[in-house]
Antibody, heavy 122, light 112 residues
């Protein structure tokens, strides 16, 4: 059974960098799926942040692209999110998830982490 | 890129059927069959209910069905049950300007 777990600070100061890690268990992250980050501000809808396939293909939401970096650490079976220059508008629950189709990004996510709330505040 | 348009709320009595629409453009819903639907209960992660517009993942009740016509996808819940009360989001693959995903605005389903 594939399981994903987000981890990282729950509080980040404005203008600093938000850093989260998603640890995958039950499946090798290097075995051919895309892995994504999605966020949800409190009381609002879902927003796709980006997706990664190994370290070869990485896609970002154009609205966040200038501030986002997604990377993979196959030795730890993890992938990570860095969001720079955060503001209060970046306060959200951040989810990591697996794109369901092997080898191609369809943006249909079948396995999700439980989510982690990150608050941007001084 | 705008979010896909969904009704803010839909309600129905137990046993009834309801349908949630998801309207996009020819760059997303109308251009690809990679349309998915998610159910989200309060404080929980989204759960995939429909993929490729019409298919149910293993373990999802057959009371949930999906369809697509032109730029609009739909999710129908038949035999509405109290446990179906949740938020529902559609999502579509899109290649508008650059490869990315777009989610719907979300629909609150209330079981009366």
């Amino acid at each position: 059974q594939v399981q994903l777990q987000e981890s990282g600070p729950g509080l980040v100061k404005p203008s600093e960098t938000l850093s989260l890690t998603c640890t995958v268990s039950g499946y090798s992250i290097s075995s051919g799926y895309y892995w994504g980050w999605i966020r949800q501000p409190p009381g609002k809808g879902l927003e796709w942040i980006g997706s990664i396939y190994y370290s070869e293909n990485i896609y970002y939401n154009p609205s966040l692209k200038s501030r986002v970096t997604i990377s993979v650490d196959t030795s730890k079976n993890q992938f990570s999110l860095k969001l720079r220059s955060v503001t209060a508008a970046d306060t959200a629950v951040y989810y990591c998830a697996r794109d369901m189709r092997w080898g191609m990004p369809t943006m249909e996510f079948d396995y999700w982490g439980q989510g982690t709330l990150v608050t941007v505040s001084s | 890129q705008s979010a896909l348009t969904q009704p803010a709320s839909v309600s129905g009595s137990p046993g009834q059927s309801i349908t949630i629409s998801c309207t996009g453009t020819s760059s997303d819903v109308g251009g690809y069959n990679y349309v998915s639907w998610y159910q989200q209960h309060p404080g929980k992660a989204p759960k995939l209910m429909i993929y490729d517009a019409v298919y149910r993942p293993s373990g999802v009740s057959n009371r949930f069905s999906g369809s697509k016509s032109g730029n609009t996808a739909s999710l129908t819940i038949s035999g509405l049950q109290a446990e179906d009360e949740a938020d529902y989001y559609c999502s579509s693959y899109t290649s508008s300007s650059t490869l990315k995903d777009v989610f719907g605005t979300g629909t609150k389903v209330t079981v009366l």
